[in-house]
Nanobody
């Protein structure tokens, strides 16, 4: 069956960095358009970034220049490198193949001193 399993979240100080991973299985990851989405406390889902099967990448203005999406198709893994983290980046982060309706369970990122 399809699985998306995020990891790498945690508590980090403002200005710090984290790298999120998302291990995919059960579908053809290499050809999937993959997304990172987050949900801050009390707020709706926010699209952050996507990477197309051909490697093109797109970012929300809120994370452009600070976050980098990448994929390793040999490992069926999606990544989100997050730098210069701010308190407003605190959220549950999800990876997803939105087109197919596949979502991970999410990983909590908390940015606080």
């Amino acid at each position: 069956q399809v699985q998306l399993v995020e990891s790498g979240g945690g508590l980090v100080q403002p200005g710090g960095s984290l790298r999120l991973s998302c291990e995919a299985s059960g579908f053809l990851f290499s050809s999937a358009w993959m997304y990172w989405v987050r949900q801050a406390p009390g707020k709706g889902l926010e699209w952050l970034s996507q990477i197309m099967s051909g490697g093109h990448k797109y970012y929300a203005d809120s994370v452009k220049g600070r976050f980098t999406i990448s994929r390793d198709s040999a490992k069926n893994t999606l990544y989100l490198e997050m730098n210069s983290l701010k308190s407003e980046d605190t959220a549950v982060y999800y990876c997803a193949d939105i087109t197919m309706g596949y979502w991970g369970q999410g990983t909590q990122v908390t940015v606080s001193s």
